[in-house]
């Protein structure tokens, strides 16, 4: 049986990675099988390719550049990856996928959609999430939790993307809003003002609604 696809989207510091090492941890407890992953990243060539997308050293990178090196890191990691693991019949718990390109490079930096989404058909073969959590809250709010990560000097840990002004932001957050209007099917759209154990209580209900009733 063809496993499960599932990913976690919403603007930087939503708590999306939180949420969803969360819901892998119920799986395991479950005794189900699943790969957790992220991107852009999940193999030893996507890695790379993050560490220069996000390097705050990078700030010459041209905006074609950028939507490429998501699609490229991509396309390795769904072949060596994901399409893997849901042949064997595994869930997938991915941190952001094609739609985190339409957001942030699409409405985020202003490249055409119709390039951002044909470049991504192209690195995934057309592979779409059978489920989507998306985590929403205002650009504002997300600002202040990520100034609370710092390194042992107090120092804020900001990458090339994080960095970017709250302008941008807004822009990326309503793209999360235009996607989720668009595919309300496939995309659950939660809160993210809400306390951490309610978003998880949401997720989980969906997903035992949704999948484990699924003979596998």
Not at 86 to 91: H, T
Not at 97 to 115: K, N, P, R, T
Not at 200 to 205: E, G, L, T
Request: charged fraction near 30%.
């Amino acid at each position: 049986m063809r496993g499960i696809f599932i990913t976690f989207e919403g603007p930087d510091g939503a708590g999306k990675s939180t949420q969803i090492r969360n819901l892998a941890e119920y799986i395991d407890k479950k005794g189900l099988p699943y790969v957790l992953t992220r991107e852009p990243g999940g193999t030893k060539i996507s890695d790379a390719v993050r560490s220069i997308l996000l390097d705050p050293d990078h700030g010459e990178l041209e905006n074609e550049t950028e939507v490429l090196l998501y699609a490229a890191s991509r396309a390795q990691h769904v072949r060596e990856v994901i399409r893997p693991a849901l042949a064997e019949g595994k869930i997938v718990l991915c941190d952001r996928f094609v739609d985190a390109s339409i957001a942030y490079q699409g409405h985020g930096l202003g490249v055409s959609i119709e390039d951002v989404v044909r470049v991504n058909r192209f690195a995934t073969g057309g592979l779409v999430p059978d489920r989507t959590y998306l985590i929403d809250i205002p650009p504002e709010v997300a600002r202040e939790r990520l100034l609370q990560r710092t390194d042992g000097t107090g120092k804020p840990l900001l990458d090339r993307i994080e960095r970017k002004g709250l302008d941008y932001h807004r822009r990326v957050r309503a793209g999360f809003q235009a996607i989720y209007r668009e595919n309300k099917q496939r995309i659950l759209w939660i809160d993210g003002n809400q306390p951490e154990a309610v978003i998880f209580r949401d997720i989980v209900a969906d997903f035992q609604k949704r999948f484990e009733s699924v003979e596998r």
